[in-house]
């Protein structure tokens, strides 16, 4: 262990030089684009240059076949899940406890292996 007087502080708080706080000089460069300068012509660029590809048949709207072989109206019968289902008859778990409890009788005197 080291002898003499304890200061107290760290080497960086004795090594700390306070420097004054300067705000940033704020500066434009030169030749920047002015925003403006004209009438928008109501398109972008991307809109002038888009070409449109055809698309063929793909615009047309993709409908049911009108053959459908569902029948009209309300549901009647049974289900392939209801057909096919085999009930069985399962028995809640038997729970198997010992017959009793190990509880010692009497006031716990301290005696323990762990302390």
Do not use: C
């Amino acid at each position: 262990m080291p002898e003499g007087r304890f200061d107290e502080n760290t080497t960086y708080a004795g090594n700390y030089l306070e420097n004054p706080i300067q705000r940033n000089q704020q500066f434009k460069p030169e030749g920047q684009l002015k925003v403006g300068g004209g009438q928008f012509e109501g398109i972008s660029n991307y809109g002038a240059e888009y070409i449109k590809k055809d698309r063929g048949n793909r615009s047309e709207r993709v409908m049911a076949p009108q053959n459908d072989v569902m029948p009209k109206g309300k549901f009647v019968g049974n289900s392939t899940y209801e057909d096919t289902y085999i009930p069985s008859s399962v028995e809640r778990n038997v729970q198997i406890r010992p017959e009793a409890n190990l509880r010692v009788g009497g006031k716990f005197e301290g005696n323990s292996m762990y302390h």
